[in-house]
């Protein structure tokens, strides 16, 4: 079954940290650029980082530059999203997704995403 599972979403404290894994099965991830994306109660799904096949390109919404940071190992089939120095405003469902080679300059909008995991909530509260 080829699928990608998120994992690494709980509950942490503003100004926390952690680390979201998404990893693939049943496929290899090397080929594909990867998004982050997170959805909010009430509120439309948006982008939040890509990076591309290689790992050579990354990018980043406004909002989580200088506190986020994507990275990806191959070997491992996994890509990871660290969270540090997290806010209120960070707390939504997180979702991973694939994308051929390039992120490409509409990233942030998904429109070009074509497997979706089953996101991991994160929850961001004193």
């Known amino acids: 079954q080829l699928q990608l599972v998120e994992s690494g979403g709980g509950l942490v404290q503003p100004g926390g940290s952690l680390r979201l894994s998404c990893a693939a099965s049943?496929?290899?991830?090397?080929?594909?650029?990867i998004g982050w994306f997170r959805q909010a109660p009430g509120k439309e799904r948006e982008g939040v980082s890509c990076?591309?096949?290689?790992?050579?390109?990354?990018n980043y919404v406004d909002s989580v530059k200088g506190r986020f940071t994507i990275s990806r190992d191959n070997a491992k089939n996994t890509v990871y999203l660290q969270m540090n120095s997290l806010k209120p405003e960070d707390t939504a469902v997180y979702y991973c997704?694939?994308?051929?080679?390039?992120?490409?300059?509409?990233?942030?909008?998904?429109?070009?995403?074509?497997?979706w995991g089953q996101g991991t909530q994160v929850t961001v509260s004193s």
């Open positions: 990076i591309s096949n290689s790992g050579s390109t990354t």
């Open positions: 049943g496929f290899t991830l090397n080929n594909y650029a």
């Open positions: 997704a694939t994308k051929a080679v390039w992120c490409g300059s509409n990233w942030p909008a998904g429109a070009d995403f074509g497997r």
